[in-house]
């Protein structure tokens, strides 16, 4: 399974990006799929995950302004970033589990910069 993020960059204080996250070589056996986040030094953490039938879980730092949202047949997942604030900065790795047999097969992408400037 090979995940390809897109949309990171450089951004005010306030402003809004969407990433975006295709997933591919996985078919229909991709379950959950979400984004998380790791500043150095700091352990990774959740920023916000959606299953294949729409429950989403979405981290505390980033409630009402972070809204994650899914294209099932594109295998896409997506996280609009609004508001945003400069400990928002870091980089942001997309995730994707696939489940195989009641066995849980976690990937991840390489991960794209988001940097907020004030």
């Known amino acids: 399974v090979r995940l390809v993020e897109s949309g990171g960059g450089l951004v005010q204080v306030g402003g809004s990006l969407r990433l975006s996250c295709a997933a591919s070589?996985?078919?229909?056996?991709?379950?959950?799929m979400g984004w998380y986040r790791q500043a150095p030094g700091k352990e990774r953490e959740l920023v916000a995950t959606?299953?294949?039938?729409?429950?989403?879980s979405v981290g505390d730092s980033v409630k009402g302004r972070f809204t994650i949202s899914r294209d099932n047949a594109k295998n896409t997942v997506y996280l609009q970033m609004n508001s945003l604030k400069p400990e928002d900065t870091t980089i942001y790795y997309c995730?994707?589990?696939?489940?195989?047999?009641?066995?849980?097969?976690?990937?991840w992408g390489r991960g794209t910069q988001v940097t907020v400037s004030s």
């Open positions: 959606i299953t294949r039938d729409g429950t989403t």
């Open positions: 070589g996985a078919g229909f056996s991709i379950n959950a």
């Open positions: 995730n994707a589990v696939r489940r195989i047999s009641g066995i849980n097969y976690n990937y």
